[in-house]
């Protein structure tokens, strides 16, 4: 998954300065012929064309059952995503019929689980479906991840949200019935039996088991996409612009150039045949969305961005950020992954110790593709890793990655979930300097994957405990260092000194600054947990001038009191103020208001950045550089 990295960081940037500086964000089916025979398959129908108070109905069939009793669930979470969703609070009207046509009666065991007993008379269940995006319910599903009811324009199928399973036949062929209005055509991954429909109202979807039911969303819009072929993967992308803004095509060479770069840097690697991008472009008139981002499949992925985006915007967001990470978990966890995730228990979570790889591998992957295929040069690559250094440090760096990954569902470890696309693409990073540093240059983290994805693959999951000393075994002693400390251990990275082996080296210069933001449009302030504005420890010259200090909450500006809504249009004003200035702020230290006045002075600061070091082609320290981004 992708998302805003830092949720307060990031409200802070979009309240405050959004308009002044843009808005920042972080950026095969086998066969089910025996099961036929068996009549195993569950049925189910959904009916899109039907929609009743902004509803749609599902229907299914479970063919005989031989228990007394059964249960169908609806999941609570889905893989990719770490927070429980709850999809189950979305479904009402549950209803059962046995052979008849009568209606049975359903027990409610909890928010996702529906209980029928003399479950051998039972026929089939229905129910009501609604849709997450416009829902007044509260929960915390992420909207790349949630679902749309949009009656003839639209319809978002997260399969989690409409489609269930049986207790103990999670294991069970699918067959899913959609008939939908004709202006609406579906882009999915999973096999449509329907291919030589004559009108386009309907499909018929197969699936070999329920985790590939949730791993295959569906979306049905009006025609706008584009579909092309790349070292062998077809590729569609279907946009909903819901104000027809944004047509597919004008992202298509982005896209192309994108795909192919990464399908260069993952030469050897087994990808996929197929990749579809299902994108919802949302309308911020009407959802005040400030998290939005992309959640991975196998062979699909579904992205939500704003659709006041431009067109450059989204090629360098929503392709080259988002979409790009989203494509590489191709790699892990979707090739390389382990029994929690191979046999996902989507209604009693067991998560995995190892988000350092799926999410972390996969975002320095989105970054090291692009100075690997010559995207970008070596120092924007350099800017990048040193900006998810800085963003690492406001999450606990005390913390075990394994432990945290672990237990990501509980607090404390859940509020530095974002960290995951931070310090974990740095830990992909640390390690692929000390693989090429220990290989001579010859054998990287890409490599590592590479060889997992051979031993393991799609199908076969590995045993979440052993799969760190497997990777030591097969590389380093350096590395088993390196993961008891820094993954396993607590210890933070020492990132200065593994880019020393590579020649790049941290500088630290006095730059001029604005009032609230230095020149990389860095704030020198944060906003709390209520809401409120204060100062950051780093400073500058003029701060420091008139007394400010760290943690002071600010209540007015030259008498003007400070809020979130109107942040951005004082922090506009700042950017006026002159040497000589008076300047007059109120904040709130220690519980006690003070006022803090002067003129205004020179505003310096230090920034410290890292620099790629010019020494020479056959330094070694450039040699091992070219190894590591090149290789
Ligand atoms: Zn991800």
Known sequence: MFRPTNMKYNKLMRKLLLGVIGLVILSGCSTTKLAKKENKTIEIAIDL??????????????????????????????????????????????????????????????????????????????????????????????????????KDKNFFLNLPGFVGYFQGKKEYPYEITVSHPENLYETSSLINKNTTKETNTGDVFIASRYDEISDNPIMYAPKNSVSFNINGIDVTLAVYSPNNVHAAKDVEEALKKMVEAQTNFLEGFKTTNEYNILVYLFDPQVYKWNSFGALEHLSSTTVVYPETYTKQQLSDGMINGTISHEFFHIVTPLSVHSEEIHSFNFNEPNMSQHLWMYEGVTEYFANLFQVNQGLIDEQAFIDAMQQKISTSKRFDDNMSFTKMSKNILDEPYAKNYSNVYMKGALIGMSLDIILREESKGAYGIRNLMKDLSEKYGAKKPFKDDLIIDEIVKMTYPAVGEFFKNHVVGNTPIDYNALFSKVGVEEKTETVETSFFLDRSNTPFISVNGNQEIYFLKRSHTALEALGVKAGDILKSVNDEEINLQNARQIIGKSFQWKEGDPIKLKVVRDGKEVSLEGKMVKATTQISSLKVQDLGADNPKVILRNAWLKG
């Open 49 to 150: 064309n039907n929609v009743v108070d902004d509803k749609v109905q599902v229907t299914v069939n479970p063919q005989k059952i031989k228990e007394d009793n059964v249960v169908y669930q609806i999941p609570a979470i889905v893989p990719g995503t770490y927070a429980i969703s709850d999809y189950g609070k979305f479904i009402v009207d549950f209803k059962a019929y046995d052979n008849s046509g009568n209606e049975m009666p359903v027990k409610k065991l909890d928010t996702n689980s529906w209980q029928v007993d003399n479950a051998k008379n039972l026929d089939k269940v229905s129910y009501w479906v609604e849709d997450t995006f416009d829902s007044e319910k509260e929960h915390k599903i992420y909207v790349m991840a949630g679902t749309n009811i949009e």
